[in-house]
Nanobody, 115 residues
């Protein structure tokens, strides 16, 4: 079982920035990929960004160019740098780790962007 703990959420004005962190209880090198998802109130959970064990990244169209996912293997931590935030980015953000057939989720961190 992999434990994922997110941090860094909060309230920010539109145009501002936040950095989310996801600390894993095991080596993230053992994971095929790690990613960030978000779920806004009344909506389905959606993929925001993913980074593979090889360092390749992929982003949702809605955040491409504004968000950056990165990883620090030594700290077993994945980050999501969010710039130029918009009110529509308001959601609970979840960290996800995928290793083989297994999927692990963090508890989520709230991000609220005021207009």
């Amino acid at each position: 079982q992999v434990q994922l703990v997110e941090s860094g959420g909060g309230l920010v004005q539109a145009g501002g920035s936040l950095r989310l962190s996801c600390a894993a209880s095991t080596s993230i090198l053992s994971m095929n990929h790690m990613g960030w998802y978000r779920q806004a109130l009344g909506k389905q959970r959606e993929l925001v960004a993913v980074i593979t064990s090889g360092g390749s990244t992929n982003y949702a169209d809605s955040v491409n160019g504004r968000f950056t996912i990165s990883r620090d293997n030594a700290k077993n931590t994945v980050y999501l740098q969010m710039n130029s935030l918009k009110p529509e980015d308001t959601a609970v953000y979840y960290c996800n780790a995928a290793g083989g057939p297994n999927r692990f989720w963090g508890q989520g961190t709230q991000v609220t962007v005021s207009s």
